[in-house]
């Protein structure tokens, strides 16, 4: 069992940035993948990116490639998501996602591979 919580969500301005943290409970957050959707109003939740259990692999959505990073820090037991050049089309609730597993492939973007969610932080960017 993992409970997930995240923070850090806020109203930026088009351009600025802002960092999530997904903090996890439980001893076993090493063996999980860990990923981040979003859902924008009125639409359905899609990838943003996922990490793998020691951060040497990492998945971006195209929408988010070249202005998001995920990290993790197995020690403290939270992935992060740095969010840079922010664009209002950003504008979403965040959530962070663990997957039970060793391994990352094509199933890593989907929702339904996920095992446990937080509850979201709303990120709203202003134009």
């Known amino acids: 069992q993992v409970q997930l919580v995240e923070s850090g969500g806020g109203l930026v301005q088009a351009g600025g940035s802002l960092r999530l943290s997904c903090a996890a409970s439980?001893?076993?957050?090493?063996?999980?993948?860990m990923g981040w959707f979003r859902q924008p109003p009125g639409k359905e939740r899609e990838f943003v990116a996922a990490?793998?259990?020691?951060?040497?692999?990492?998945y971006y959505a195209d929408s988010v490639k070249g202005r998001f990073t995920i990290s993790r820090d197995n020690a403290e037991t939270t992935v992060y998501l740095q969010m840079n050049s922010l664009k209002p089309e950003d504008t979403a609730v965040y959530y962070c996602?663990?997957?039970?597993?060793?391994?990352?492939?094509?199933?890593?973007?989907?929702?339904?591979?996920?095992?446990?969610w937080g509850q979201g932080t709303q990120v709203t960017v202003s134009s």
């Open positions: 990490i793998n259990w020691d951060g040497h692999t990492t």
């Open positions: 439980g001893r076993t957050f090493s063996s999980y993948v």
């Open positions: 996602a663990a997957d039970y597993s060793d391994s990352m492939g094509s199933h890593s973007l989907r929702h339904a591979t996920y095992d446990y």
